[in-house]
């Protein structure tokens, strides 16, 4: 994979670090880790605790394109988890330092992998003496910036699907329960830091803060072992990804006398034909492998089961594979957003998106991320035109430059992570669109109706045969 400019390699690991490791980039059926609720009968799901600034309280992760590769990172994230029960009559709250990065954000999720709720940087309201520095107006690297956010056991009901910028201030975050009627599930992301800054944005992840309901207040490790957040907890392994056997019964699928019944460029559709689907539905997510069963009726996109997505974001996704080129290309216009990573003195202003990427992503059997390019690494051409390609590295153009107009993605060697080593799943992230900016994944109401909806900013496709074919158009790339 090339180096990503926000990559962070990690300098230590221990060894405990590296065998978790080994189960979140290989076949889950290779770990030998299990949980409550999880039989050594079932593919467990990997544990990926103590990572790269990990904490007591967030003991999953860092999870990113570098480590713990697993549920569709974003290559310009890391996101920590924490797994907790809460006390009864107690009051929990996390004290924090808004990170020095685009975007930060904490998602509450079932054990399915489905949102129960978000609420983002822009939301919170300082605590009194600081500034936000996520609100329009104001300097980006002010420096008293601190917040308090309360996690609350009651959770506040279907979360919001349709995610923009202007909604309303809050510092509660509403949870639901993960396993059983106890254990909660929360997630923090960071993305782009600024330039010079650690994965987290520069600044300590929120610690903890437990009131008991004698007013004894527990903070750092006095507060994680009463919430058990150090206890190893298993997700039900299909939150993450999908076994062998049921990823492999999705893609060779055979007729009555044992034959496959599609063929061998499979999911991907014909050649020139893009197929992009918004995330929907876990099942309409699946569905790319059962054509059949569209359109999904009622399909919803509140809670977006499955692989613990981010409710800022939503998603269109295309297969794809080399079957039918070595080069696959996009072409398109990129909406307004935000530029953070090197103007850390900027003062925040509105944009159309807060953050866009393109990402190369292996199938539902790994859920791998291979490699990203997010807005602010695409060369632009007149009216914020773009040209994003993807090939391997062996095959990459020698005019896939930025000098050249041109993005480039590597696609992973792996394919689907399986046996179709040909697979690609080309990924558009979209993330907390303007009031006023109409033509966002968000806006997308029912499968089918992306271009009409997306217009401009929804690319087209086209594949070329070799580097050779792509080299043709020059440099600047035509």
Known sequence: MRNHPLSIKFSRRSRAAKSLLAC???????????????????????????????????????????????AYPDAGAHYWGAMYTPVAGAKLRIKGTFPYARYSSINAYDRLGAIQDTVSDFQWNPDTG?????????RRNVANRNYTLTLSPDWGGVPVADRRQSLPARNTVYTSPLFGDTIRGIAIRIYIPNTGMDIRGGVALPEPELTLANGTVLTGQQACDALGSEVPQAIDPSALLLSTSQYNALRYQKDSHGKDIHANYFPALAKGVPNWRVQYTRQYLLNLYHPEADPLQGATKAGQSGFFPNGDNQYVRNAINRKFGKIYALRGTLATTAVTHDSPTAIWAATQLRYQ?????ESPKTTRVMDCVYD????????????????????????????????????????????????GWMQIRNMLPGASFTHAIQDTKVPGDEKSTLGAYLPTSKYYSSKASFQKLGCPAK
């Open 376 to 423: 602010e690494e695409i060369p632009l051409r007149t009216g914020r035109k773009y040209l994003v390609v993807t090939s391997r590295a062996a095959d990459r153009p020698s005019n896939a430059t930025k000098a050249c107009g041109v993005a480039w993605i590597e696609w992973s060697p792996r394919g689907d992570g399986g046996a179709d080593t040909d697979f």
């Open 357 to 361: 990427s393109f990402c190369m992503n």
């Open 24 to 70: 979140a980039v290989t076949a889950v059926t290779a770990c030998a880790i299990f949980g409550p609720g999880i039989s050594s009968a079932a593919e467990p799901a990997p544990l990926l605790y103590g990572g790269e600034f990990s904490t007591c309280f967030w003991h999953v992760g860092a999870i990113g394109v570098e480590s713990y590769n697993i």
């Open 130 to 138: 600081s500034s936000n520095p996520f609100r329009p107006g104001t």
